[in-house]
Structure formats: C-alpha cells, structure tokens
C-alpha cells in the first residue's frame, strides 16, 4: 500500500508538515504514510484549554472520496465524543465532500472542542448532564483535562 | 376476476399523477407483453408491461417533456424539480407559479436558468447555449489543479456552482456515489459545503464506461418509479425490470425475467390468501415455526406467569426462575407445590381440582400451537413439494425427447410440459391455500373451502405422482391420456378453489379468526 501513494496525499502530507495549523500537529507514521500521529492543543478558554490530546487518523483506501477515520486516543469528557474517542462530527459521515482535507478536518475537530454540541450527542451520560448542569459538566471535562491531557503540549 | 383496491394505493393516490395520456407514447413500441409458461398465473397477460431501464428513462424524460411544456426549462433542471416535488406535476405548477421562483429552485438545490443566464452572458459570450446548465468547461489554455487529486488538469467539469474538478475525479467520485451509496437524483455537487445537486445531462456527459452509465439510469430513475403507484421494479435479485400495470387491481404479474410476483406486496404469488394475512403469516412463521417444534417437545408453561420452562433435571417441585413470579409448582399436575410436602399430596389422584384449572389454560395454549403446526406442517410441504418440482422440468424434457423418437410429433408431446405448469401452479395455491384456512373461522362456506381443497389437494398428488413415476412405466398412449385427463381435472378444480375464494371476498363470506 505504501508503494503507490497518490499525489494528493502526498501534497497534503507535504504542507501539513511544511505549514502546520497552530495548535495542531499531524505526523505521518513511519510505517505507513496513510496513518498520522495527530496532536490537538485544547482550545483557549474552553474546558480542554492547557491539554493536549492525542488522536489518530487514518486515510482508507478511498480517500479523498471517503472520509478519513479519526478517533482520540487522549480521554476526554466531550458530549460528542464518546468513551472509546469516536467523534461525531458530520464532516466525518455523510457531509464528507472530497474537497475538505486533513487540515480542515482537524480544525473543525478543535472547533469542536471549543463549542460542544450536547443536541446531537455521542456520549449520551455527558450530553445529559451538559444540558442539565453544564457548571459541573465543564468543570468534569476540566478535571479531566487535567487528569488525562497535561503532558508537553504542543508548540504553537 | 378482482375489483377491490388494497388500502395502500388509496394513501398514494392523492399524489398520483395521470400519465394514462402517455401510454400511446414512445416507448409503447418496445413494451414487452410478458408472454411464459407462468401465463396461467397472471390476470390478463395484456393489463402490464415489462418496462427495461432505458424505457423506463424514456418515459420520465416524456414526463418531464410534458411538465416542460409549460414551465419552459432546461429538461434536466425539470427533472430536478420533479423530483423535488415527488413527480407531482400539479404541486410543481401551482409553487412555481404561485410563489418565490428563486425559492423553489434553492429548495430543490439547483440554480435558477433565467439567474444564470444573465450572469453567463456577461462573462463568457463565446460560450452560451441559452442557459445551459451542463457541464461548464473552462477554456483549455489555462490549466488548473484539481481540488480533489491536486493534480493539473486540461479537463475541468463543473457545474453552475461554479466548483471545477477535473474528469478523473468526476468520475471516481460518481462511481462511489451511484455504485457504492445507490445514488442517483441526489448527487450533490463535490465540493465543501455545496448543496447544488448534478443533473443527468451533466452526469452523463461525463460517465466513462456503459456499465455505470446503465446503473445510472436504474438510480435516476428510482424516485420517478417508487413515486408512481402503477409501476414497481422487478423484486428478482440484480433485474432492473419495472413492471407497469394499467389498473391498481392487477395482483399476479411476470416479469421478463421470469420472476412472477403479486404487484401489490412483492412476495411470490400467493393465491388465494391476501397480502395482509399473508404478511402476517410470514411473520408468524419467521418468529416461531422451527423453535414452536422444540418448544411443543420439550417444555410446560409456568401456571402462574406462562413463562416456557425447560425441565432439567429429575425434581419435580419447580420453582419458576422468572424474577417477578419464582412460583413454586409441581411439574406433574401444574399446581402449587405446597401440599406437596404435607399430608395434603394428591398428585396421584387423577382430577385434582386445582390441577384443571391450570391443566385447561396449557392446553389451549397447546391446541393453538398445534392447529398452527398443522397449517405450518401443510404450507411447508406443499412449498418443498414445488421446488422438488422444478426438477421435473428437465426430466420430463427428456422424457419428450424419448417420446419424439417413438412416432410422436413435437406438438402431440407438450402435453407433458402443460401438465408440469399445471402442477406448479396447484402446488403453489395448495400452499397458500393452508394460510388462508389457518385465519379462517369455520363456517358453511369454510367447509366448502376445505372440500375445494381436498379435491385439489388428492387430484394434485395423483398427477404428481403419474408425472413423476407412471410416466417412466406406463405405455406412452396410455400415459398420455392418464396426464392430460388429470391435468385437464385439478386445472378445473384449483380455478374452481380461486373462484370460490374470490367470490366469497365480494360478498364478505369470510370470517376470520383473531390470531
């Protein structure tokens, strides 16, 4: 699968490393050029602000015409992410265009962290109590971010 | 022979749209009149047609025609719209000309022509077809990267969104979409956040490979038929055959595949028994027949909360293991077990008053388990019967064969092959003959029914049996006029069964049971 990567992928590998979007790191894998090691910065004054979260992507088979598969590694305490770090995001399903790429992805995954959703949640407990108490929800999700998201951030 | 309309059709017909003025049109010429040996099946051979894909693509662009006709658009804008508005021609007239243009046209995700044009005309005046929607090719001297595969290109290809991707793109990501998702009128523009949907000149012109280009005229046709209640497509796995009947009453019809089917509920054939009770049964036998048996076998019902209880091991003193019953009972006579232990025991004693009790509600429960394990046994039968049947097609061809070499013609030899058909198709009433008794009340007319069915039933195992034994055996004369005799007899009987049965539907003769 290596031996024949195209040249779109090739591109976007190219600038992703060449021009990083602040706050975000994205790392091909030494192995195989179609899994990324992906860091996201939290975002400044959300809950995650200070943590740095871990995510992988991969790029299938069909890309760019199927979207990639990007999940979190890092635990988080998101409405729309879920305890196994699947995120629901409708860039990733079914308003996936073949014209979005690695980089607007990612953003929109920060953009996610900065305004969560809990009305069309993944993590049902989480929305709950998001909509019902959203004080101790962020207060949660900073805990957490604290617990499972303090390392060496990224450099932005 | 049937006059009354099922139910469903009365929900759809208020969106129903005439297209009886264009049944003369141009794709009459290349109807196909399916015309079999299933012919004994079908109402009328003459009351459908067998539309393929590209007639059916024909008669929506008619349609579109005939819209067009008046709203004066491009054809593939139309075609959007009518979709847009499920084929409702009317709805389609009255919003357009009632209200916001503009809104319809962003409603159904296309531009509006008459904006267009005024915009093309203005940048571009070497290039105007009058408001040509398809595919806009840029100029070739200039040479883009692709947004999709960052590759340059010469053949860029949009549509009026104004998003260009090149050729190879296009292509890939159509194919996902009409092979991969089954889409056809909902192919939206490539591009991030682009809702403009691609129309079918645009698609076509740049589908490589016919292939695609057939599944796509299956995909954009879909809406059209699933829309229409007088067409459905051919259930049979990978046809692409539309069936039209011409009157909504038209059950039993043939696709050119072969594939017979009722129009209505799209199951096989079903005579006598109607969809609704059909439906029914099959969801009946899908929950419980293979389990029923073992069930029946093998387990008691708890007196107190009927759950199924499996014995497994020697004591009888059963404790039910349902968490809000944990009745204690005997196994033997099915009631409480305290006495059991005291001086009060009387298991032995045949008729315990309180045992009947519990005795009289299993066995009901049992009697209707095993009424429905008769039908059950009858309906399975009959419907193993008929595939075996099948196979007596190419015996029997052999058979003809043999008899051609023995002074016979081709046609005095085609009896043999009637008499099969005849066969399958009383096999095939046969067991949906056991359906329909298993929802039937008895009554004077049930009773009649039943003995329709046992004369077909006895005179179809009697032909059965000559077609397949006798006819090896016998003399050919003899054998013969054995056959077709009793073939001439359960053709008469079975229609003799429908017509009773169908009879009995007009004047509402028919009790049913609560099952």
């Known amino acids: 699968m290596a031996g024949r990567l195209p040249r779109r992928i090739l591109k976007e590998t190219e600038r992703l490393l060449n021009e990083p979007v602040p706050g975000i790191k994205a790392l091909p894998d030494e192995q195989n050029a179609r899994y990324f090691h992906v860091e996201v910065n939290g975002p400044k004054d959300s809950p995650f602000e200070g943590g740095c979260f871990k995510l992988e992507l991969f790029l299938p088979e069909d890309y760019p015409m199927a979207a990639p598969k990007v999940r979190f590694v890092t635990r988080i305490y998101h409405p729309n992410i879920d305890k196994l770090g699947r995120i629901c995001l409708d860039i990733l399903k079914d308003k996936w265009s073949p014209a979005l790429q690695i980089r607007t992805v990612l953003l929109s995954i920060q953009a996610l962290l900065s305004a969560p959703n809990p009305d069309d949640p993944l993590a049902n407990d989480v929305a709950e109590l998001w909509k019902s108490d959203e004080v101790r929800a962020i207060e949660t999700a900073k805990t957490w971010t604290r617990l499972y998201a303090f390392s060496e951030g990224v450099k932005s | ?515």
């Not at chain 2, 015309?35 to 009351?47: C, K, L, Q, W």
């Not at chain 2, 009927?306 to 009888?316: L, M, S």
């Not at chain 2, 000559?466 to 056959?483: F, G, P």
Request: hydrophobic fraction near 30%; charge should be negative; glycine fraction near 4%.
């Open chain 2, 1 to 515: 022979m049937e006059s009354d309309e099922e139910g469903i059709y009365d929900v759809e017909s208020d969106a129903s749209i005439n297209y009886n003025s264009s049944d003369d049109g141009i794709y009459s010429e290349g109807e196909n009149t399916a015309h079999g040996e299933a012919n004994d099946f079908m109402d009328e051979p003459t009351s459908y047609k067998c539309l393929t894909s590209d007639q059916i693509f024909n008669y929506m662009m008619k349609v579109v025609d005939e819209v067009n006709a008046i709203l004066q658009l491009p054809p593939h804008i139309t075609c959007i719209l009518l979709n847009h508005f499920k084929w409702d021609k009317e709805k389609l007239m009255e919003r357009y000309y009632e209200g916001d243009q503009d809104k319809i046209f962003e409603e159904a995700q296309t531009i509006n022509p008459f904006r267009l044009k005024g915009k093309v005309v203005s940048s571009n005046t070497n290039n105007i077809t009058s408001f040509s929607m398809q595919s806009t090719k840029r100029p070739l001297t200039t040479q883009e990267v692709c947004d999709i595969c960052y590759l340059p290109s010469q053949h860029m290809n949009g549509l009026q969104c104004g998003h260009f991707f090149c050729i190879d793109c296009w292509n890939e990501y159509l194919r996902i979409k009409i092979i991969d998702e089954g889409q056809g009128q909902k192919i939206a523009c490539p591009a991030n956040d682009c809702n403009i949907l691609t129309d079918y000149e645009t698609i076509l012109s740049l589908l490589r490979g016919s292939d695609i280009k057939t599944k796509y005229h299956q995909r954009l046709t879909d809406g059209f038929v699933m829309s229409h209640h007088l067409m459905k497509w051919c259930p049979s796995p990978g046809c692409s055959v539309v069936v039209k009947v011409t009157t909504a009453g038209t059950r039993n019809v043939t696709c050119i595949c072969g594939h017979a089917f009722c129009f209505h509920c799209l199951q096989p054939i079903h005579e006598p028994v109607r969809c609704p009770l059909l439906k029914k049964w099959l969801r009946k036998c899908n929950d419980d027949s293979e389990t029923a048996h073992w069930i029946s076998a093998n387990t008691k019902e708890c007196p107190k909360c009927r759950a199924t209880i499996e014995k497994n091991g020697g004591c009888n003193h059963m404790i039910c293991q349902n968490k809000s019953c944990k009745f204690d009972f005997c196994w033997i006579c099915l009631s409480a077990w305290s006495p059991h232990g005291s001086s009060w025991y009387n298991c032995n004693r045949y008729d315990a008053n309180d045992s009947v009790a519990a005795r009289t509600a299993q066995e009901k429960s049992r009697a209707a388990l095993n009424r429905y394990l008769f039908y059950c046994d009858r309906y399975m039968n009959h419907r193993q019967s008929l595939e075996l049947e099948h196979k007596l097609y190419s015996k029997i061809k052999f058979k003809m064969e043999e008899m051609q070499q023995h002074n016979m013609s081709w046609i005095e030899v085609q009896f043999l092959k009637k008499a099969v058909d005849i066969l399958c198709k009383c096999r095939n009433t046969l067991k949906y003959t056991y359906v329909f008794a298993f929802y039937l009340r008895s009554n004077n007319q049930a009773t009649i029914f039943e003995a329709n069915q046992k004369d077909l039933e006895m005179a179809t195992e009697r032909l059965s049996e000559y077609l397949e034994r006798d006819v090896t055996t016998d003399e050919l004369s003899n054998i013969k006029q054995k056959v077709q005799d009793k073939a001439k007899y359960c053709e008469g009987r079975c229609e003799a069964l429908l017509r009773h049965v169908y009879e009995g539907y007009d004047m509402d003769l028919w009790e049913y049971l609560d099952e």
